[in-house]
Nanobody, 123 residues
Framework: QLRLVESGGGLVQPGGSLRLSCAAS????????IGWFRQAPGKEREGVAC????????TYAASVKGRFSISRDNAKNTVYLQMTTLKPEDTAVYYC????????????????WGQGTQVTVSS
């Protein structure tokens, strides 16, 4: 079964940091581009960061560039999202997916979006 599971969210004060994890099973992560997405209440799911499959090239949304960092540990078959200097507007449910395209799309061979992990930035 092809599956991705997110973890690592929580409550953090503005300016704080968190590291999210995206663990894969049933396939190897470096065969796919892996994207982190987020969805805030009342808003559409948006792409935050992406790491390509072959060369590990990274791209970021303008809103998080310089604050977030995406990385991959092939030995653990896990992709991470290191988030620093967090802001209240980063509050959202964060998801990972085996693609770096639209937040409305999820490859059918992987089923559907997971539960995500809640990140709340508040004092």
């Amino acid at each position: 079964q092809l599956r991705l599971v997110e973890s690592g969210g929580g409550l953090v004060q503005p300016g704080g940091s968190l590291r999210l994890s995206c663990a894969a099973s049933g396939f190897t992560l470096d065969s796919y581009g892996i994207g982190w997405f987020r969805q805030a209440p009342g808003k559409e799911r948006e792409g935050v960061a992406c790491i390509s499959g072959s060369r590990g090239r990274t791209t970021y949304a303008a809103s998080v560039k310089g604050r977030f960092s995406i990385s991959r540990d092939n030995a653990k078959n896990t992709v991470y999202l290191q988030m620093t200097t967090l802001k209240p507007e980063d509050t959202a449910v964060y998801y990972c997916a085996p693609h770096c395209g639209s937040g409305a799309y999820y490859p059918p061979e992987f089923g559907s979006w997971g539960q995500g992990t809640q990140v709340t930035v508040s004092s």
